[in-house]
């Protein structure tokens, strides 16, 4: 099952894909189950979502601007060098304990809009993550048992601003200038997907260039790992977002160095979940 959150002409909406077409309910219809934060908060699952989308009408996609699919997440939580050969790439050490950083609500793009690179930094790099959703609270959680929490999965770009992230030991400013998260088009439920999302290819094209192409059997802590291992450290909630880390292909270790700018255009795919576009423009 494949859910989106939309909006046409200013009046936000969420819809169901099926076999290509969308179904949906616009917000104010007697029908609209609220949006996918609103849901999840609730302690519902997108099962009700589906559920309550069952008997939406057909809508005319070519109308939709696509919003993030999450639009308030409490958690941003991001895995660094969790692939094997980006962290070979890069020249830093494979981590023993996941490398997790924060970002945050205001970064996040939906599919279809543009990732804006500040005036200030030429640096704007891209990178294709795998995202998962948790679906219910989760503290201390077994591994054997993570793969339960996951409520979905879905696509996004870690567009990141290199020279800011790099000048401190910390990378939090460089992974959270406005509007540089991509995320979407759609959350995917984990029936659709091999356990864990594993196993999948990922392949990040600039300009219709392909620049990484990965799988996410190669991640150094796959999705029941960082459950675990986030769960102990804080309490997981519905609606939280987990980004599991890029693949190698990332522009800044490439010699010379590739960098997105003003009017390119970035696409992410993962296989059985679909693909993330947006374009590069340039913020105020």
Known sequence: MKIS????????????????????????????????????????????AGEALGSAPELDSSRIRYLPPLQRPSKILCSGLNYRDHAEETGMKLPEWPAVFARFASCLVGHGEALLRPQLSEQFDYEGELAFVIGKKARSVRKADALSYVAAYSIFNDASLRDWQLRASQWTLGKNFDATG??????????????GA?????????????????????????????????????TLMPGDLVITGTPAGVGFTRKPPLFM????????????IGMLRNTVGVSS
């Open 5 to 48: 959150m939309f909006s046409v002409e200013g009046r936000n909406g969420i819809g169901l894909w099926r076999e290509g077409r969308l179904y949906g309910f616009m917000e104010g219809d007697a029908s609209y189950p609220g949006d996918l934060d609103t849901i999840l908060a609730r302690g519902e699952g997108l099962a009700a």
């Open 182 to 195: 991509g995320f979407g088009p759609w959350l995917v439920t984990p029936d659709e997907l091999a356990p």
């Open 261 to 272: 700018k003003p009017g390119d255009l970035c696409e992410v795919e993962i296989e059985g």
């Open 198 to 234: 594993e196993g999948l290819r990922l392949r990040t094209q600039l300009n219709g260039l392909c620049v990484q192409d990965g799988n996410t059997a190669n991640m150094v802590f796959g999705v029941a790992s960082l459950i675990e291992i986030l769960s102990q450290a804080m």
